[in-house]
């Protein structure tokens, strides 16, 4: 089945430093991905569409100028979180949809668990 | 606005059967679908209804009522594994999916 790849699974930064994260469609080319963020005991959060070669769409309330997607590949998809902040701790996930046709499922990364000290 | 109603936690017994609703209120209907999510982990997916009915795979059964709005996912033969929360999402007429805040399912033994 689709699978997609997620890195870094956790990583724990200072204040006011940058942090990127992956996401690959490992069998499957991706031309939109999804990135969610989960606080805890909350539910999923789109934060924004990533649309391969072109700019993302983000969701109400979400700074594009601090949450920058690429999505430069059909397969790949970065989020990067500038100048972090401890208010930015949180799960992230990315998703993609297989292009199997309009019941294709999201298929998850595996989250990233970011830390903001 | 687009609505989606899950219980926030449901409690059963090892062994026995629950059912966890859904019910929904979108612009629009592109099917239905139903997500497990560990703590800590990311959703992993369960089932997907489109068109009325009961969907069964193996311990797992989800059914849909489009005119209704309204959907749940029964789990037979609970397992402590199955300590989880269940999310419930639709596909609205932009293919966006609307998400549940997500059942937390406590089994005790």
């Known amino acids: 089945g689709a699978v997609v790849s997620q890195h870094p699974s956790r990583v724990i930064c200072k204040s006011g430093t940058s942090v990127k994260i992956e996401c690959r469609s490992l069998d499957f080319q991706a031309t939109t991905m999804f990135w969610y963020r989960q606080f805890p005991k909350q539910s999923l959060m789109l934060m924004a569409t990533?649309?391969?070669?072109?700019?993302?769409?983000?969701e109400q309330g979400v700074e594009k100028d601090k949450f920058l997607i690429n999505h430069a590949s059909l397969t790949l998809s970065t989020l990067t979180v500038t100048s972090a902040h401890p208010e930015d701790s949180s799960f992230y996930i990315c998703s993609a949809s297989s292009p199997a046709g309009g019941n294709s499922p999201l298929h998850f990364g595996n989250g990233t668990r970011l830390t903001v000290t | 606005g687009q609505n989606i109603d899950q219980p926030t936690e449901m409690t059963a017994t090892e062994g026995a059967i629950v059912q966890i609703n859904c019910t929904y209120q979108?612009?629009?209907?592109?099917?239905l679908f139903w997500y497990q999510q560990h703590a800590g982990e990311a959703p992993t997916f369960l089932s997907y209804?489109?068109l009325d009915g009961l969907e069964e795979k193996g311990r797992f059964s989800s059914f849909l009522s489009r005119s209704k709005g309204y959907s749940y996912l029964l789990l037979k033969e609970l397992q402590m594994k199955d300590s989880a929360s269940y999310l419930c999402a639709v596909r609205d007429s932009n293919y966006q999916l609307i998400w549940g805040a997500g059942t937390k399912l406590i089994i005790k033994p």
């Open positions: 209804n489109v």
């Open positions: 979108t612009s629009g209907f592109n099917g």
């Open positions: 990533s649309n391969e070669g072109s700019k993302a769409t983000y």
